[in-house]
């Protein structure tokens, strides 16, 4: 009788522990962000880290309930530190694509940027939208897509200069190696606030690009917990009043906020 | 038949008292068996009524409010694009678009009840209810503008285009995406009730097969042990008992089973399938509306190109760089929100939609006169066939639904019926056999 009872307890208790891993049963999460992107997420003289996407993570994480840890990677490493099981969400501008998203899923988008172009202020007549680029240089962050979007998505024939990184591409701006940078316009207006930087924000918004938040392949609970509070936080004007905090004064069109669409956890 | 030496008493209390644990264990072990059965048939009761009958229903109706709404942007576009020397036809667009607009409310009354305990849906139809009035003040001053202008057909003057800017950015940036994750939402109640329920039957189960085990094993031994003390080879009434048993075992496992695979079909096939064939049908929906933007407003041409790219993507994904390559790289083997279609399906769908994309590709190499007459005809004949399949395929897998939600149910009412009787009367059967025993030592 007690075999046979223990035998029952064996297998009630196998079921009760079939539920994949989430982030929901956490008290504290770790988030990992990039340090290096100003006005999105950067470090502060203080050592703290601020930024639009860190003030999202923290409101979406408190929103949840938890506690964050933060996690400060470098641009390759996004996928990598959900798949070895290093950081529970990544918060580094990501937008969705197939490929991404056979390793990693994805909640929000919590924010819809476009892409846009910044140029010298003396083009500012010239180039003001996409296809004004062609037959004109443009910065390639290698690793990035962005220049491919314009050259073989839009067919726009812009000249296309490598570089390794936006720091670079400022550079090769001021001396006239190139002339225009395009990336999403929260990254642009990012790189204008730089001290010394002199570049005019063209407003061509084409390409939307979703920012979105990656979590750990199958975590469908956390991805429709975290879908609930970016609802909740376009809802109660948290996110209205965050973008305007980091890009009010940016050059950034702020009149119409989109509402994010969801991509969907399952 | 009788016992050959007369027992002391204590060994007579003795069996006695054997002979009343061992019924009583078989009494109670038939107890916790029926108390399984109900408890499972209860807890999958309850979540077939969600999915079934209250949360599954309502999902598939937000899901039309994507579509519908973007219907309606669709038909303010084709108004303006047509113009005045297509009277009767924007006279039509003008009945569709206010039949639209019923169908609206009726949709955003569905999803608030069923929002009744969730705020945040709650206002989120608030906001879509807000954001349509706001849509229709700009849509109706683009039309008035329009009106005033009377231009022929093709693209009518700026202003009338910046006017329907304004309202198609708030439908697009605003309302669609929000109607959108409504449908999302109230999937997720869906998917977390099915879980729930998932996780219950399998207990229930296992629950079900240790107790009716259990009380197979007490009536087996209440008859072994009659057998050995009374010289009897069986005592008909417990054989009764223990076949009923058994019976009522098997059956509740086998219901129970029926009812977990009813659900996990209604969901999978059924209701995943309608909300993925649904979605599909209303992102087909606004790639239609894009082609006529694309029309419209010069200014955006761009735009428009690629949000009917990124679309197409998201409906039939093939790797791909820009629109020309998509149309020209278009096979059967897609990926995406229709991937999962197969057999005769996928290749119907695929037929339709691949003549969609080369009228769209055609479209798109016309001067603007001709290519608004080649999307007023042509061009919407084969959008119309592919909608016509897409359509016929949600209708099939929506009575796939009720199929299968109805199979579960009928499981349910013989569970209730059958086998609470069945193991009562094996109950009464325990004591109608153990009673005659029991009597001969008083």
Known sequence: MTRVLICLILLLTACGAARPQSLVDKDELVVAIRSDVPLISFKRQDGAYDGFNIDVAKDLVSRLGKRIRWLEIKAGDQLTVLTDGRADLVFAHMSVTPERKKVIDFAGPYHVDFQDIAVRPADKGVIRDVRDLAGRRICWVRGTNIAQRIVDERRVKA???????????????????????????????????????????????FNEQRTSIGVRKGDV????????????????????????????????????????????CS | MTVTA????????????????LAGLSLLTLALLLGAILAGAASTGSSLRVIGHDAGPQVLATTGLHRQMSEMDALVAETLLLGREYGPQRQADLTG?????????????????LAMDDP???RTVESLIEGLGRYER?????????????????????????????????????????????????????RRAHDAQRSATSLARTAVIVTGLLALACLLGLQAYLTSRFRRVFAPALVVATVLTAAGLVTGTALLNRQGQALEEAKRRGFDSVLTL???????KSMHADQSRYLLDRFRRDTYEHTFLDKSRTVAAVESTSLPDYQSRLHADFQGLLGGLTGRDRHRLFAVYQRFQQADARMRTMPAEAAITFWDGELTQTYESYDKVLEELVRRHESDFERAIDSGDGAL??????????????????????????????
């Open chain 1, 159 to 205: 000249v296309v200069v490598a570089a390794p990184d936006y720091n670079v591409c400022l550079e090769m701006i001021k001396d006239g190696r190139i002339d225009a940078i395009s990336t999403n316009s929260q990254i642009l207006a990012g790189l204008l606030t730089r001290p010394g930087v002199d570049l005019h924000l063209v407003g061509a918004t």
């Open chain 1, 221 to 264: 609970d956390g991805c429709e917990e975290l879908n609930r509070a970016i609802t909740r936080m376009y809802q109660d004007g948290t996110a209205h009043m965050l973008l305007d905090k980091w890009f009010g004064r940016s050059g950034i069109d702020l009149s119409v906020v989109s509402v994010p669409q969801f991509e969907g």
């Open chain 2, 6 to 21: 007369t027992p002391p008493v204590r060994r007579k209390e003795s069996v006695s008292g054997r002979v009343r644990t």
């Open chain 2, 97 to 113: 678009y206010d039949q639209r607009r019923l169908e609206i409310s009726e949709s955003l009354l569905k999803a608030y009840r």
């Open chain 2, 120 to 122: 945040a849906e709650q």
């Open chain 2, 138 to 190: 700009l849509a109706a001053r683009a039309r008035l503008l329009d009106a005033q202008s009377g231009h022929t057909a093709g693209q009518p003057p700026d202003d009338v285009v910046a006017a329907y800017q304004q309202a198609t950015d708030l439908m697009h940036r605003e309302l669609l995406p929000q109607a959108y994750n409504l449908t999302l939402e109230t999937g997720t109640i869906v």
């Open chain 2, 278 to 284: 649904s979605r599909a049908r209303a992102i087909s």
């Open chain 2, 413 to 442: 009412e013989t569970l209730w019926r059958s086998i609470p009787a069945g193991l009562a009367a094996g109950a009464l059967l325990v004591l109608a056999g153990v009673w005659p025993r029991l009597r001969e030592y008083r």
